[in-house]
């Protein structure tokens, strides 16, 4: 098989990212290389961490283009440019355009930092999405890895895992405990994407073991 080429998104300080690049580096991730980050925001720090490893990084400016569409057009030229199969966003904080869904349909993943589908959709990213975890008094939250679809979080959902909320929790430390999680899920996705363990069967994902 060969190996998947992976495109990443990001709008920060790229963590998850970074969780990507040493599950590649290590071994975790296997039949994967990163080809390219991609970062709307030119002081975001992912495109630094791509720089120190070595992988390619492009900050491609929202400002530039005259619209929506035009932009992921730009992004998705870039992508069959270097025969991209998967794309990863990991903290990417635009939504795609339809048009990039279709062109990457079943080979887009997301992070997120809930339980979805609680506490997820349109507006919930970054700390609001904790803060409401707080103020809705849940016990357990989570990180979910998934599909990306035309909706807002609503793909087909590949990996979760529960993190308690305790009664001390401020926004800050809960997401602390979610990114841990999230630093392990998305590897864990990412080198079953490129095995081409995963099948999609409706809302589904069959995970298959050897
Ligand atoms: C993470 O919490 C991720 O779930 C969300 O945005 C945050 C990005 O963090 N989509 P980082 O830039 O990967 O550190």
Same mark, same amino acid.
């Given at each position: 098989m060969s190996k998947k080429k992976i495109a990443v998104l990001a709008s920060g300080r790229g963590t998850n990212l970074q969780s990507i690049i040493d599950g590649v580096k290590s071994g975790q %991730?296997?039949?994967?290389?990163? !080809?390219l980050v991609i970062s709307d925001?030119? !002081?975001? *720090?992912a495109l630094e961490r791509a720089g120190n490893n070595g992988i390619e990084a492009l900050w491609i400016d929202?400002?530039?283009?005259?619209?929506h569409a035009e932009y992921n057009n730009a992004l998705l030229q870039e992508m069959h440019k270097r025969e991209i199969d998967l794309v990863v966003?990991?903290? *990417?904080m635009r939504i795609l355009s339809e048009g990039f869904v279709k062109a990457y349909k079943d080979a887009i993943i997301n992070i997120h930092p809930?339980? %979805?589908?609680?506490?997820?959709?349109?507006? *919930? *990213?970054g700390e609001r999405v904790h803060m409401e975890v707080l103020e809705y008094g849940a016990k357990v939250t989570g990180a979910t890895v998934h599909f990306v679809d035309e909706?807002?979080?609503?793909?087909? %959902?590949i990996l979760q895992k529960a993190v308690e909320v305790d009664r001390e929790d401020t926004v800050q430390s809960l997401a602390k405990r979610v990114l841990e999680v999230e630093h392990t899920l998305l590897p864990l996705a990412v080198d079953l994407y490129c095995r081409d363990r995963l099948r999609i069967q409706g809302r589904r994902v069959d995970i298959e073991t050897e």
């Amino acid at each position: 098989m060969s190996k998947k080429k992976i495109a990443v998104l990001a709008s920060g300080r790229g963590t998850n990212l970074q969780s990507i690049i040493d599950g590649v580096k290590s071994g975790q %991730i296997n039949n994967a290389a990163i !080809e390219l980050v991609i970062s709307d925001k030119k !002081e975001a *720090y992912a495109l630094e961490r791509a720089g120190n490893n070595g992988i390619e990084a492009l900050w491609i400016d929202p400002g530039a283009f005259p619209g929506h569409a035009e932009y992921n057009n730009a992004l998705l030229q870039e992508m069959h440019k270097r025969e991209i199969d998967l794309v990863v966003l990991a903290g *990417y904080m635009r939504i795609l355009s339809e048009g990039f869904v279709k062109a990457y349909k079943d080979a887009i993943i997301n992070i997120h930092p809930s339980l %979805i589908p609680a506490f997820c959709g349109k507006g *919930y *990213y970054g700390e609001r999405v904790h803060m409401e975890v707080l103020e809705y008094g849940a016990k357990v939250t989570g990180a979910t890895v998934h599909f990306v679809d035309e909706g807002t979080d609503t793909g087909p %959902i590949i990996l979760q895992k529960a993190v308690e909320v305790d009664r001390e929790d401020t926004v800050q430390s809960l997401a602390k405990r979610v990114l841990e999680v999230e630093h392990t899920l998305l590897p864990l996705a990412v080198d079953l994407y490129c095995r081409d363990r995963l099948r999609i069967q409706g809302r589904r994902v069959d995970i298959e073991t050897e």
